[in-house]
Structure formats: structure tokens, C-alpha cells
């Protein structure tokens, strides 16, 4: 009788209990659902611009309207548009990413076949790492309105990214066909650079930039990276000169600043590079600046610096791919990018694991294989990173770094007269890329 009773009394704690936790998880959840994301305020001289001004109002403008009248999908939709750019503007993609994808599934949920939508709901998906997810949700897209230049130009990086380069030149193409403006250009630019073709790449991202607006982030951002095609090329005043030129369009611009701290870098005038790489870092949330600050000091032998700075990034990078467990606005992946920060702290072991992460998801995509492949050379297992180096090599790129790593692996497989062909290559032109990869290189160039 008395054991009867405590059984009734622990069914009816366990009933409590139960009902407490599902209480909570709806709670919680419903909290999820009805938050809104504010916009944040920019740091440094972003906030001080015309153009934040601009930003902001429209930002307050277009939340309360939600707030009003949560079935305004014109204005929800406007609001996702300005947090995938302001994404761009602050590098902060964790935060705008979650609050973009809430607010684009809103919208879904009440029209599943949003056209804009769905196209921003790729984008995100992009932004985040989710490279299949992304390109899928596209393809959703332009069944509904196949004459969109913004869809195809998503394809394109969609079938980039998975490694599928002949269906994305066929985007590429059809995308210019229906709109050629700096953003068709500017995917011109990075096919043609994927292929190995320096000179067309350099002559499509002058086209990209002249096609924008100047001062506006997109246009800084081609014109930044006609600024790597020429450090790549080994032309490094011009590289210079577009650096200067988006600073000036674009005051405090990071990623020029970033730029200008390479060819530092480059130059051995390392403390104008860490104060550079230091001034970039405040201005954009960004984990690369941190990893080129953190190589640098390894260069320098700081290397307590160096390691300091990189267990930073990969808890940073590991924390935002963890939220992802608990909200499925966030999930960002990040393996590649751990990858390399385990390899700066000679963690191995770590670096294979996320290196094998990335590549299941992703076997056909050159960088990925580069990644592998540069992991198990770095872990003396050269027979297993030549396969992967091989893949990488396929559209016959001429990146520097890929050349140098692609030339190290080779040598050490046993093929003397491959390594020296690639190093030649990587090397010819004195390219901006990573001293201590360059100056690895060169060595082993001068020694066949």
C-alpha cells in the first residue's frame, strides 16, 4: 500500500515535472518568435556617416511598421534587405544572419512562394555556410521567375562554392545576358580568376567597379579586390592605389585598410602592418584580420602573441557554429576556417577533423580540397594530400598560395619536376601572399 502511494507520488512529480519543461520550451519559444532584432549602432567613423543616418531612420522606420501591422510583408521584406547589407557593412553576419532569417521566414510562413523571400532566405543560407541549402532554396527561386539577374547571380556563387564551375560560368552567363551591372561583372571577375586568367579577371572587376556607385560598400568591395588581383599579380603600387582610392571614396573603409597592411607586411615594415591590421580589426567584425595580425607576430617570433590571438578566433568561430544548437536562425558552419587557425597553432589533429567536416560537405570544391590537402601536409602525410592537391588544381587556377602549397606537396610526394613548375609559377611575379609561405617556397624552389 505504502509503495503504491509513493509510485502515485512520483507519477505525479514526473506529470509536473513534464509539464513544466514543455511550459517553458513553448515559453521560450514563442519569445523567439515574437523578438524583434534592433538595428546596432556602428563603431568608429561608420557611425559618424551620412549614409548610417540614412540607415538608421529607415532601420526604426521600417520596425515599427512591423510592430503596427505584423502582416506588412513590403515593409519585412525591405527590413531583410537592409540587415544582409548592414551584415556586409559591420561584418557582424552572426547577429544580422539570425535576425534576417527571422524575419524571411516570417514572411514564408505567410507566402511560401515569395519570390524575394526566397532569394533572401539564399543568401542567408550562403552567408551562413550553407552551401547546398543556399543553392537549393535558388533554384526554388527562379522556378517562380527565371528572369531575375539576382537569382542567377546567387547561383553562381551557389554552384561555386559546391564545386559545380562549368554550371556556374552558365549562370554567369545568363545573369550579364539579363542585367550587366557590378554585380554580374564582378562574378565575371571571380570566374575568370577561378580559371586561372588574371589578366580577364582584372579587366571584368574594372568593369564592376565602374558600373557602381562611388563610396557605396559594394563598389569599394570590387574595387578592394581589384586591389588583391593586382597584389596577386605581383603589382603592388596599383594594388596601392586601389586601396587609397577606396579609402578615400569610403573613409575607414577595413577591408582597404586591411590591404594596405598586406603590402606592409610584405615590405618587413611589420610595426606599420600590426598597427594597420590593430585599426582594421576595430572597425569590422572580422576573425581574417585577427589570423594575418596573429601571422605576422609569428614572424616577428612573438609567437605567444600569435597563439593568443588565434585560440581567440577559434573560440569565436567555434561558439557561433555551437549557437547554432539552440537557435535555427543562426548555423553558421566554419570548418574550413578552423581548419587553418588549428594549423597556425599546430593543433593537427583538430585541423584534420574540421578539414573532413567541410570536405563531406563539399568534396568538389577546389579551396576545400587545398584545405585537406595543406592539413595532411602538414601533418608529413604527403601521400594522402596529393589526391586533394590534384583536385584544386583542376580549373587551373593561378592563385599564388594555391601554386606555393600545391608546389610544397609535390616536391615532397617525389615530384621534383611538377614542384618546380608550380613554384616557378606561384612565384614569378613576386606575388602579395603570406611571407612565411613565400619564403618556404622559395626555398624549396631554389633547392631543385
Partial sequence: MKKSRVYLLLIGIFIIMASFIVLKYNTDKKKKTDSYYVLLDRKGAASQTEEWKIISKRGFELLKAIRINPEDIKSTLALVSLYIQEARVTGNYLYYDKAAMKYVNDVLKKDPANFEALTFKSVIYLSQHHFADG???????????????FVYGILVDGSVEMGNYDSAVVYADKMVSVRPDIRSYARISYLREIYGDYPGAITAMKMAVEAGLPGDETTEWSRVHLGKLYEYSGDTLTAIMQYSIALNERPGYAYAVAGLARIASA?????????????????????????????????????DKGDKIVKEVIASLSEGAASANTDENVGHYADQELAYAYLKIKNYDKALYHALQEYNRRPDNIDVNETLAWVYYNKGDYKKALPYIKVSLKTGSKNPRLLCHAGLIYNMAGDKIMAKSLLEEALKNNPGISEMLKSDAEKVLNSL
Avoid: H, R, W
Fill in 135 to 149: 543553392f537549393a532554396t535558388a533554384e526554388k527561386a527562379k522556378a517562380i521567375n527565371p528572369y531575375n539577374a
Fill in 267 to 303: 615590405e618587413k615594415n611589420y610595426t606599420k602592418a600590426i598597427a594597420l591590421y590593430q585599426q582594421a580589426d576595430l572597425l569590422v567584425m572580422d576573425n581574417s584580420f585577427k589570423e594575418e595580425l596573429a601571422d605576422i607576430y609569428y614572424l616577428t617570433g612573438e609567437n
